[in-house]
């Protein structure tokens, strides 16, 4: 379950110092000096809002907010003095290169303008294409076929590999049947001959997946990265994440999360390449989801299952998505908020009321109940909904009583 | 193993090292402390400085984001009492006992008298010490200093010369063969060593000079 404490929104809020809620507060400092990757998220985002202020990207609010937390702050005031200078420096590099440096694509200009050069290096673009054919028809198939058919019953990752069938994900595989290990072993045998013959994409590639599947994602991703130097490609780019995405779980807290952002790049890059390669799509869904970016990821997987309805996959898709919506209160629109708590409310939820307001006042705008039901009142009122008015008033009071008595707390009865 | 007091690094030392908030404090933290301090935090030298960096990081972050006026100098405080303390007694969690530590000079700067004083009778003549401007002839330096591809990162990072700002990053990520987040921490980082070596360079923050 994603800690909403720990979602890029509320690290950003609290860097600008919009979080006010005592509650929130006191949960982010605590994960601050117990949780190292925490607070390499905060360090970073903090100096991502440096950095965005500098080179002009947060917008006029954010802005505000960040300038109002200089005064206090000698050692972020320093940071942004360095950003800026930075900056000065980078443009007063840019401008003496422009003074000094010819055109790069002059040269080649000028050469493409010779027909015999532009004929010559057609005639070897061909010929390079004929051969890239010929040795990707000269194959691994069989090798991975028979790979594929010792996961059919349980897939070796979470993530999915390129041309794997559904299996479902065991979480202890155990040793492999000793049949399968001779399997295993000839199939390696095999791919590292072919890869020694012909080393191309194709066998590369193929060598790569053997290896992803045995969990040396060390090897995985070196063979790969040999694959894509002869082309880039959406199934090895996918591959490539996969392995990073895999990798991750075995790294120390520090690393894990550039291993993580490395497969979600991988996963893009494929994307972008074949936007129907639903391998790809998958893996990104799941790697937004393993980085805490809840939104983004319920728009993957949602985009995901718009492609695949029915499969397995779109099976696993759909848990995914619906345990994603079932714990965020931070995914749900602000009606949404709105309408849950008065359900609650109406039927003397306590709890459920409760925990609605605790997950969104931290945020004081958008969801935030209390801003939603001034705003209700006002449009009762307006609109003599007398009945509507009361209640807005009557909940917002509720929540006025309750946090006064749970954490003495006031703000919310004026 | 313990540093010997030429082995504390310098960068530490002159940059962002606590400062000494009263004389009580100035009188009992010496070198050696410090330098026990340092290898409290972790035996591996260049370790000790980076989570040195990373403490004060959360401590200031902690105070500035609780409102307090002068966020490094509870920093400094927090940190001063934690190397006091360390040195008496063996502290199983370092940062989880820094946090408490934190939370209690946070409470008491709230206890702090705060005389209301009649606006007319205000002393405008009395002017806040000035902060030290930012030197650039100090960054030039520190940026010759860093190795050339460091040194090309963060210029091309802060450079607006390219078309697009996001077409530039992931060209820069895509040429040094890492993803957006690895290369946004590495920017950090390269900034961090940036920021350490102008701040020695500014003679920022020598806190043990007199102790």
């Known amino acids: 379950m994603v800690n909403p404490l720990k979602t890029a929104e509320t690290v950003h809020e609290y860097l600008l110092g919009r979080v006010s809620d005592e509650t929130t507060l006191e949960g982010i400092e605590e994960l601050l000096f117990t949780d190292e990757e925490f607070c390499s998220q905060v360090a970073l985002a903090d100096d991502e809002i440096i950095n965005d202020y500098v080179r002009g990207r947060l917008n006029r609010v954010d802005a505000d907010s960040f300038r109002a937390t200089l005064p206090a ?15 000065e420096r980078a443009l007063a590099r840019d401008l003496k290169t422009a003074e000094a440096k010819p055109s790069f694509f002059g040269p080649i200009i000028l050469f493409f303008r010779q027909p015999m050069y532009a004929g010559a ?31 059919q019953q349980s897939r070796p990752t979470e993530t999915r590999i390129s041309e794997f069938g559904y299996a479902p994900l065991t979480q202890l595989r ?10 295993l072993r000839r199939i390696e045998n095999n791919l590292i001959e072919a ?49 990073y995405f895999e990798r991750a779980k075995t790294e120390p807290e520090d690393k894990r999360l550039e291993d993580l952002a490395q497969s979600l790049e991988e996963f893009t890059k494929a994307t972008k390449l074949d936007g129907n390669l639903l391998e790809a799509l998958f893996n990104k869904s799941l790697a937004l989801q393993e980085l805490r970016m809840p939104r983004e990821a319920k728009e993957s997987w949602t985009l995901y299952l718009q492609k695949d309805s029915s499969s397995s996959w779109a099976v696993e898709a759909r848990k995914n998505l619906a345990r994603l919506e079932g714990q965020q209160t931070f995914l749900k629109k602000d009606e949404q908020v709105l309408s849950d708590f008065l359900t609650a ?44 008015a009361a209640e807005s008033l009557a909940a917002m009071t509720y929540i006025g009583s309750f946090e006064q008595a749970q954490h003495s707390e006031f703000f919310f009865l004026n | 193993m313990r540093y010997a007091i030429a082995e504390i690094p310098t960068t530490l030392l002159k940059s962002g090292a606590p400062r000494l908030p009263d004389a009580q404090t100035r009188k009992e933290l010496t070198r050696e402390k410090f330098a026990s301090f340092l290898e409290w935090l972790s035996p591996d030298r260049d370790r000790a400085g980076e989570e040195y960096e990373r403490l004060r990081f959360r401590l200031c972050t902690f105070f500035s984001q609780r409102r307090c006026s002068f966020a490094d100098e509870l920093a400094d405080e927090t940190i001063n009492r934690v190397i006091l303390k360390s040195s008496e007694e063996r502290i199983e969690n370092k940062i989880a006992y820094c946090y408490g530590v934190a939370k209690n000079v946070f409470r008491e700067s709230l206890r702090k008298d705060r005389p209301q004083v009649d606006i007319d009778e205000v002393n405008l003549a009395a002017k806040a010490p000035e902060e030290p401007s930012f030197s650039r002839e100090c960054l030039d330096k520190c940026l010759e200093k860093l190795p050339a591809d460091s040194r090309d990162l963060l210029l091309d990072y802060f450079s607006e010369a390219k078309l697009a700002k996001i077409k530039l990053h992931r060209s820069i990520s895509e ?6 987040t690895a290369l946004r921490m590495r920017v950090m980082r390269t900034k961090l060593k940036l920021k350490i070596c102008v701040q020695e360079c500014m003679g920022l923050n020598e806190p043990l000079r007199n102790a």
């Open chain 1, 73 to 87: 702050d000698a050692e972020r005031r320093f940071k942004l003095e360095m950003a800026q200078a930075l900056k």
């Open chain 1, 195 to 243: 890869t020694e013959k012909n080393p191309n994409a194709q066998t590369r590639h193929a060598l790569g997946v053997f290896y992803l599947t045995q969990h040396d994602h060390q090897k995985a991703i070196k063979e790969f990265e040999a694959a894509l130097k002869f082309g880039d490609a959406a199934k090895i780019r996918n591959d490539l994440g996969s392995a």
């Open chain 2, 175 to 180: 040429s040094l063969k890492t993803s957006q």
């Open chain 1, 345 to 388: 409310y109406r039927n003397h939820d306590d709890a459920r009321a409760q925990t609605i307001h605790d997950e969104t006042k931290g945020l004081l705008r958008g969801p935030a109940l209390p801003l939603q039901l001034s705003r209700r009142y006002l449009i009762a009122r307006q609109r003599g909904d007398q009945a509507g």
């Open chain 1, 121 to 151: 290096f057609a005639v070897l673009l061909i010929a390079a294409v004929v051969l890239a054919v010929y040795l990707t028809r000269r194959g691994n198939g069989d090798q991975l076929a028979e790979l594929r058919s010792i996961y």
């Open chain 1, 174 to 183: 155990g040793a492999p049947e000793s049949a399968d290990k001779n399997r």
